[in-house]
């Protein structure tokens, strides 16, 4: 009688046995990419497998101690590692690398505004300042220092041999010394520009007069007269 009971045990255990491995084998229930549904039989072990993962990374993703004892329930979600993290990483890291690139694009166009606006700042300066002297300079050239009326006479050089040229004025040298560029405006209004280059008779002995250099043929027929002296 205590045989077949023991039979009957040893039945019932390899059948209990058969039905628990088939239950091991069936995969837990997927609800999504990254979860499943624990169906009664799963284990840690059994989910790993079925999932492509370690029994490590499956306890990691759910907050489990790595190694230790895993006990799960029928109908319990069990979140699968991999895909979710990974692509929040990734859209993250994209996302800051945009960022990064915006704000750099951004520093960029700015320096280089603030590049252009100091360059034409400078050159409007520059040009200006080369408006604002040319002006002065042409102030300067038009006017000059009033020396008063003085006597005029001309002469030519070249008649009374010299090779001085047709530049210069003879002048009383106390009174413009060599190298002084003078304005003079005759009583007709033609305006003659002559440098101090010499001093003559007429000139040396009247610090009014002065005896200026110009072709014979175009020596005024009046001769002497008057005119304005600037000093330029």
Do not use: W
């Not at 010499?198 to 610090?207: H, I, K, L, Q």
């Amino acid at each position: 009688m205590k045989k077949v009971l023991s039979i009957a045990l040893v039945s019932a255990t390899v059948l209990t046995a058969i039905s628990a491995t088939a239950k091991t084998a069936q995969a837990a229930v997927t609800i999504d990419s990254n979860h499943v549904q624990v169906e009664a039989g799963d284990t840690y072990k059994s989910i790993a497998a079925n999932s492509g993962v370690t029994i490590a990374e499956l306890e990691q993703a759910n907050g489990r101690e790595v190694g230790g004892f895993d006990l799960i329930f029928p109908g319990e979600t069990i979140t699968l590692p991999g895909a979710t993290t990974t692509n929040t990483d990734t859209s993250v890291a994209q996302a800051t690398t945009d960022t990064t690139a915006t704000q750099q694009q951004a520093t960029t166009e700015d320096t280089s505004y603030q590049a252009d606006t100091q360059a034409q700042t400078q050159t409007a300066q520059t040009d200006a300042q080369a408006t604002t002297q040319s002006a002065a300079q042409t102030q300067t050239s038009a006017t000059g220092t009033s020396q008063g009326t003085f006597k005029i006479s001309f002469y030519d050089p070249a008649v009374l041999g010299s090779n001085m040229g047709y530049s210069g004025v003879a002048a009383n040298l106390s009174v413009f010394p060599k190298g002084t560029t003078l304005k003079i405006t005759l009583s007709d209004g033609t305006v003659l520009i002559r440098t101090v280059n010499d001093t003559g008779t007429f000139a040396y002995s009247n610090p009014n007069q002065l005896d200026v250099a110009m072709p014979n043929n175009q020596i005024p027929s009046y001769g002497v007269t008057t005119a304005s002296v600037e000093v330029l």
